[in-house]
Each structure stands twice: as structure tokens, then as C-alpha cells.
């Protein structure tokens, strides 16, 4: 499979536990783009890389949430000390140079307890 | 700061029906659209893609149309199937900056019934 893979498919985290999200884009794909969608709502950008920079973070990006890429292949996004309001899908997303069409993961689904 | 509409947030028809879906923007300067379909519990699947200097785009039974300068997108699906049942989702890209970050609407959920 060479689409966008995401890992776990699904978390089940204590609040107040940290997790990690990785996500691996599809080979080549320069973009690199994490959103949260909760229920009934649409996907909500929290940041962009291009490479191995992350150039975009969202005010939805509390002190809490940080991602990474380093060498510009697979990112993490971490949440520390989470909060049941942290329960939802995290999307990634990646897009090849010179082309912007968004391919999409599976998600991450978290449920914080 | 881009917002994006979609009407109806929920849509259950017979199967067999044509159907259109709708999508509006209130910053009219974007580079494309994109519309997906997303499963429930899934990731969302890319179905089309229209360029700012497109009209509109086909496949298969889904053809999505584009108006700029009304902030407008209508997803055509015709002869509409069970299996055509979930959530539709549009996104729009904004021109400048670079990173072409996509803003999603709230998507429309839609279900065909046998």
C-alpha cells in the first residue's frame, strides 16, 4: 500500500497520559498537513511541514501539542498531559511538489478517559 | 479568514436519485477545491479536484462545478446508490502564502436508501 499510513488506528489513553501519533506520507510528498476532526464536524488544520520545516501552526496547536519531521519523511504529533477534550480523529495528510491535491491517512482515532 | 458552508448538513434520499450537494466560500481568491468522501470511522478519499481556472470536473457519476466570483460549488451525483452513502466534504485552498492549506467544511451526510 502506498498511501498515506497512519499508526495506532486507535488510541485508548488515562487523561493526564502522553501519547504520540506517527504518520508516514506517501514517498516523495514534500507537504505534510495533521488536522483534527471530532463528530459531526469537519477536519481542523493544526499544522503544515514542508519538508522537514514546519512552517503553520494552528491556535488550535496548544503548549500541549507538538509535532515533528525530521529529514522530511514521517511526522509525529505528541500530546502531553491530555484532556478529555483531546478525544478525536487526527487526520495527516500529505501533497508532491508542484501539486497540491491532499492525499489523506486513515486517522488516529484518541479517546481519552 | 475562509469560511466554508456546506448545505444540507444531511441528506437521506431513495436510491436512483440525482442529487446535489453544496458548498460555499466567503474568500472568493482561491487556488482550487477539492471534494472528498469520508467513510464513517475512515480517512477521506479524494474526489475531485477543480483548479481556479476550471468550470468544472467529471467522474464517473460525480460531476462538481465551480463559480468563483459567487464563493460556490455544487457536487453532482447522479443516479445515486447505496454505496454512496457518507460524509461529503469540500475543502478550499487560498491563493499566496505558499502552503495551500486546505479549509474543510462541515461536510454533508448523506444516506441512500434501498
Known amino acids: 500500500d502506498t498511501g498515506v499510513s497512519q499508526d495506532p488506528r486507535h488510541k485508548i489513553t488515562k487523561r493526564g497520559q502522553n501519547v504520540t501519533f506517527r504518520c508516514d506520507p506517501i514517498s516523495e510528498h514534500n507537504r505534510l498537513y495533521w488536522y483534527r476532526q471530532t463528530l459531526g464536524q469537519g477536519p481542523e488544520f493544526l499544522t503544515y511541514f514542508q519538508n522537514e520545516a514546519q512552517l503553520e501552526k494552528s491556535r488550535l496547536l496548544s503548549d500541549r501539542f507538538s509535532a515533528e519531521r525530521p529529514k522530511g519523511s514521517f511526522s509525529t504529533l505528541e500530546i502531553q498531559r491530555t484532556e478529555q477534550g483531546d478525544s478525536a480523529m487526527y487526520l495527516c495528510a500529505s501533497s508532491p511538489p508542484g501539486n497540491t491535491e491532499a492525499f489523506f491517512g486513515q486517522g488516529t482515532r484518541l479517546t481519552v478517559v | ?114
Open chain 2, 1 to 114: 479568514k475562509q469560511e466554508v458552508t456546506q448545505i444540507p448538513a444531511a441528506l437521506s434520499v431513495p436510491e436512483g436519485e440525482n442529487l446535489v450537494l453544496n458548498c460555499s466560500f466567503t474568500d472568493s481568491a482561491i487556488y482550487n477545491l477539492q471534494w472528498f468522501r469520508q467513510d464513517p470511522g475512515k480517512g477521506l478519499t479524494s474526489l475531485l479536484l477543480i483548479q481556479s481556472s476550471q468550470r468544472e470536473q467529471t467522474s464517473g457519476r460525480l460531476n462538481a462545478s465551480l463559480d468563483k466570483s459567487s464563493g460556490r460549488s455544487t457536487l453532482y451525483i447522479a443516479a445515486s446508490q447505496p454505496g454512496d452513502s457518507a460524509t461529503y466534504l469540500c475543502a478550499v485552498r487560498l491563493t499566496g502564502g505558499g502552503s495551500y492549506i486546505p479549509t474543510f467544511g462541515r461536510g454533508t451526510s448523506l444516506i441512500v436508501h434501498p
